[in-house]
């Protein structure tokens, strides 16, 4: 196989890793938890890994474990990263004995079911050092909830004389990891299950998660095109660039890259959402900042828009609920042809706001909004183009207000929509240690009988060998929410915090970067080498948060 310069240094690169890790480990059992809310439902749901002690990796003696099979998966969207959890499994289940072996299911959680996988061996695994993307074994969305499918995956341990199987996956996955935990040690059948938080949408974390692996070097990247977007905005001064930016619901994404590169503007759906705005309201924001910019000069600008936007719009969340229950149920809007037979039957099926609403939207929109959901329930909001509704909607409004003589600018946008671009970069620095010291981690908990335990390192603004390795149950992350019509224990999803520092110091610095000649930073791209300051540096997001 070819590859580039950059491809074969990053085959060599060592990653950092905390002092814990460098050596002998020890574990130290830290006070027992509980769940962050419900504490009686979650209890009851889960008696077997319900209330267990945190656990902290200490350097420790060596000590002699048996050989552990142990079977790995990726569930869910790609994460800058999985790769080098995968590789820092391996040489921690190798290094508490060489006769361990290491099985990847193959394409996510289904290759548990199906029973599809392949061995890990040293020669694959020396492949995909430091390397983007989940193609070594392949991911997948497919939901691992129900008993016949955990009896499945016994099977398959079985056959493989699998004891552990590590889940690398977000806060549904995990949440499922818990379930199949508890099934496991119900059962006595021998398996232990680990977690490990990933998503580049930055939506797991907590007080004990710091962040998802991914989320630092996605968000470098888009910081990177943004700037590289604002530098040739600010020569040609000529494009209003709108750029929806990936992250699901949660607008992380958006906020840790206006924090990069000092947009003119950036919508935060919690914001949104807490003020009650409409879509209205929000092309009213834009219209003013891009007046103001004109009646300076300055007709050009960038503004990001977090992909979940939609979702947080009062009227659009009930417009898109009624849509939910109408598809689910509906197998008649199915055997409808063309897109306007399917406006048409919606149309007359919405109640009367939402119907008035649904109608007034741009058709590619609408037609977005009744596409299939996601095997989790959810609309799947990379593929609706809110970036191009708001151009048009601004250009409407900039158009009115021409006629009328308050808007004097040249009004030409360009759409932008970075995700897919991110999502299996070459991880930076920070995500090859903190993904690779996560997988060392999580073999650790292997090797001391753990289950139902998330692995984690903490400290993570602090240099690589400060960090603190350990695991938390995965109870201790779960409430009771209502997941399709029915309450579930689920892993509480983290939404941009409006008290929390990033977004305050986002909040206090918007105006001046609004109407500001040259507020624009250029991050640049992900430097793999040279100096710490430039190299290693963690987001603003996690920073600020450290800070406070
Ligand atoms: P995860 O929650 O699985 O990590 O998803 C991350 C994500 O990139 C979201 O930001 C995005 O909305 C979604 O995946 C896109 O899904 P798909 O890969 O199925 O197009």
């Known amino acids: 196989m070819q590859k580039s310069p950059l491809q074969i240094a990053r085959g060599n690169y060592n990653p950092k890793m905390p002092v814990a890790l460098q050596g002998s480990v020890a574990i130290q059992e830290g006070a027992l938890t509980q769940s962050v809310a419900d504490q009686d439902e979650i209890k009851q ?35 800058p990263g999985g790769h080098n959890v995968i590789a820092g499994l391996f040489d921690g289940l190798k290094k508490i004995n060489p006769e361990s072996k290491l099985y990847g299911f193959l394409n996510g959680p289904s290759g548990l079911i199906e029973n599809k996988y392949t061995e890990l061996t040293a020669d694959i695994i020396d492949e995909y050092r430091n390397t983007g993307g989940f193609d070594i ?13 955990f009896d499945k995956g016994i099977e398959a341990c079985k056959q493989l004389n699998i004891k552990a199987i590590v889940i690398i996956g977000g806060d549904d996955s995990n949440t499922n990891a818990c379930v199949l935990a508890e099934y496991y040690k119900q ?50 001064k000529k494009y209003w660039h709108f750029i929806r930016l990936m992250g699901r619901s949660a607008s992380h994404i958006a906020l840790e890259c206006a924090l990069q590169a000092q947009p003119n503007i950036c919508i935060i759906s919690e914001e949104v959402e807490a003020k009650n705005l409409t879509l209205n309201d929000i092309v009213e924001q834009i219209v003013n900042v891009i007046v103001a910019r004109a009646d300076a000069g300055l007709n050009f600008g960038t503004i990001l828009i977090p992909e979940g936007l ?13 849509l939910n229950d109408l598809l689910a149920t509906n197998d008649e809007f199915n055997t409808l042809e063309s897109d306007d037979e399917k406006r048409q039957y919606v149309k007359a099926k919405l109640s009367h706001e939402s119907s008035q609403l649904y109608r007034d939207l741009p058709k590619g929109i609408a ?21 191009k509704l708001l151009i048009e909607m601004v250009a409407k409004r900039l158009a009115i207000m021409k006629g009328e003589g308050t808007y004097k ?16 970069a070459i991880p930076s620095n920070f995500d090859a240690d903190y993904c690779y010291s996560l ?40 409430n009771m929410e209502k997941r ?28 001046e970067w609004a109407d500001a000649h040259a507020s624009y930073i250029y991050p640049g791209p992900i430097q793999y080498y040279g100096p710490s300051e430039v190299c290693d540096q963690p987001t603003r997001t996690l920073k600020l948060e450290h800070q406070a």
């Open 187 to 236: 059962k006595n059948a021998g398996i232990q299950v680990i977690g490990c938080p990933k998503t580049i949408d930055g939506d797991l974390k907590n007080a004990q998660i710091e962040t998802s692996f991914g989320f630092d070097t996605a968000c470098k990247v888009y910081g990177e095109l943004i700037g590289n977007l604002q530098r040739d905005a600010n020569s040609a």
């Open 367 to 387: 037609r977005q909004l009744t596409l299939d959901r996601d095997p989790h329930g959810n609309v799947m909001v990379s593929q609706i183009e809110t970036e």
């Open 137 to 149: 074994i392949g991911s997948g969305r497919t939901k691992l909830e129900e008993p016949w499918q």
């Open 484 to 511: 399709n019509g029915k309450m579930k224990p689920v892993i509480q999803k983290a939404l941009v915090d409006l008290e929390g520092e990033p977004f305050k110091y986002f909040a206090a610095h918007r105006d």
């Open 45 to 79: 749901l889960f008696p077997n890994t319900y209330g267990l002690p945190v656990i902290s990796l200490v350097p420790g003696d060596a000590q002699p474990f048996p050989a552990v099979n142990v079977g790995v998966i990726l569930s869910g969207g790609q994460a």
């Open 409 to 424: 600018g040249k009004f030409s946008a360009l759409n932008h929509f970075f995700g897919y671009e991110g999502r299996c």
């Open 310 to 322: 939609i979702e947080f719009i009062p009227a659009m969340r009930r417009l898109i609920a009624e």
């Open 439 to 478: 997988g060392r981690t999580a073999a650790m908990l292997i090797a001391e009988g753990k289950s139902g335990y998330m692995a984690i390192v903490q400290n993570l603004t602090k240099p690589a060998d400060e960090w603190q390795a350990g695991g938390i149950p995965i109870t201790m992350m779960m």
